[in-house]
């Protein structure tokens, strides 16, 4: 069957292309390999999608060529999105930093482009695998699972990245990348909780299930968000954000008081309670467990009354920039997303072609662009699919 785009992978940034190209007159077909298309899109913001952020630019993505995404995101941008989720009637709402959810369920995103691609006539096939792709004179030929022989005249691998295997993630797309002598950077998790092992873990373990608001520090990135401590290690918005920069071996910071001057509290403290132990004062900003526990493993606990003015000073500088030494990350098992991929200088950043084979593109998690966490990574799967989606 001769189709004029066949577009890998039915995730968020292959139904966007699909809905888009379909939408042009073109005859469209979407292959996914698992029985359901938009899987991670139903898991992700607690079952309500956080579809896109309002705040969305370059500095949010990271990238060997941080440039790139800008043509795409610049052409479609929070705002086309948040129109088409209004044109289907979705109630959303701002939860924090930008971020936009579904009022009810991320099902509801799935059936947005869904119904997008039905409104344009596009085929979508399900539990079928891609098992051949060939290039010849009048585009690609395809050996599919379940519909045979396909041909067509664009290409768009749409197949993402490595991350939650569970849900059918794999690395084709980096293999038909490779394939067509595309470089494909060194992938790692990304958005990911790390992993504490020795005494560190040891230290926190006890915590686990406390949670707190930090800033986190590594390679001269710093996150303000919230901790949570596990029975593994470190895990909440603040870790997952700093996984992206943080590899085994580099430095890693926490501010446990992000939002107030320890060095003013304590003194405070020192002034209107001069009996009250350090763990009582710190109790007072911080979970009482928590701070309990920086007391018996770290921090002299005595009457405030006995700390000289440098010794709180001293402390509270230690409070504010605090070293964990991390030995690793939970891995794609649990990660949001795949750092590396499909390099992008071998790519158009206006329509996501490639430079090498003219009529195969690469959209979404496949390509080395990747996102914060907030909704940056599915701005970036509607804007590099809308981008493809208008051209093939």
């Known amino acids: 069957m001769r189709y004029d785009v066949i577009v890998i992978g039915g995730g968020a940034a292959g139904l966007m292309c699909a809905a888009t190209a379909g939408q042009r007159g073109r005859r469209v077909l979407v292959i996914e390999h698992a029985n359901r298309v938009g899987k991670k899109i139903l898991m992700s913001g607690g079952g309500r999608c956080n579809f896109t952020n309002l705040e969305v630019g370059a500095r949010n993505y990271l990238s060997a060529n941080p440039h790139f995404c800008k043509s795409a995101l610049a052409r479609y941008t929070p705002a086309h999105f948040i129109g088409l989720v209004e044109r289907h009637g979705i109630a959303w709402h701002e939860k924090e930093l930008g971020q936009l959810f579904c009022d009810e369920s991320s099902k509801q995103i799935v059936r947005l482009l869904l119904d997008e691609c039905a409104a344009a006539a596009v085929q979508i096939a399900v539990n079928c695998s891609v098992e051949q792709v060939e290039r010849g004179a009048d585009g690609f030929r395809l050996r599919t699972s379940a519909l045979g022989e396909l041909s067509c005249?664009?290409?768009?691998?749409?197949?993402?990245?490595?991350?939650?295997?569970?849900?059918?993630?794999?690395?084709?797309?980096?293999?038909?990348?490779?394939?067509?002598?595309?470089?494909?950077?060194?992938?790692?998790?990304?958005?990911?909780?790390?992993?504490?092992?020795?005494?560190?873990?040891?230290?926190?373990?006890?915590?686990a299930g406390i949670a707190l608001p930090v800033e986190t520090r590594a390679n001269g990135q710093a996150f303000r968000a919230g901790l949570l401590f596990t029975h593994r290690g470190l895990s909440g918005p603040a870790i997952l954000q700093i996984s992206s920069y943080w590899q085994p071996k580099d430095e890693l910071r926490v501010d446990w008081l992000p939002n107030l001057d320890a060095l003013d509290y304590l003194s405070e403290?020192?002034?209107?309670?001069?009996?009250?132990?350090?763990?009582?004062?710190?109790?007072?900003?911080?979970?009482?467990?928590?701070?309990?526990?920086?007391?018996?493993?770290?921090?002299?606990?005595?009457?405030?009354?006995?700390?000289?003015?440098?010794?709180?000073?001293?402390?509270?500088?230690r409070l504010h920039d605090w070293p964990i030494v991390a030995s690793g990350t939970e891995g794609y098992r649990t990660a949001e997303v795949t750092l590396g991929g499909v390099d992008t200088h071998e790519l158009s950043s206006a329509t996501?072609?490639?430079?090498?084979?003219?009529?195969?593109?690469?959209?979404?998690?496949?390509?080395?662009?990747?996102?914060?966490?907030?909704?940056?990574n599915f701005q970036w799967a509607w804007a590099s699919g809308h981008a493809a989606g208008e051209v093939v």
């Open 153 to 207: 005249g664009s290409l768009v691998v749409a197949s993402g990245g490595l991350s939650i295997p569970s849900l059918g993630a794999s690395g084709y797309g980096y293999q038909l990348a490779r394939q067509f002598g595309h470089t494909v950077l060194p992938t790692r998790a990304g958005l990911v909780p790390l992993t504490l092992s020795g005494a560190p873990l040891d230290d926190f373990a006890p915590l």
């Open 269 to 317: 403290q020192q002034h209107t309670h001069p009996n009250a132990e350090l763990r009582t004062a710190l109790a007072g900003v911080l979970p009482s467990r928590f701070a309990q526990r920086l007391c018996e493993r770290w921090l002299p606990s005595r009457p405030l009354k006995q700390f000289r003015a440098q010794e709180l000073k001293e402390l509270a500088a």
């Open 352 to 376: 996501m072609e490639s430079r090498k084979v003219p009529g195969l593109h690469f959209v979404g998690e496949v390509v080395d662009v990747t996102g914060w966490l907030g909704g940056y």
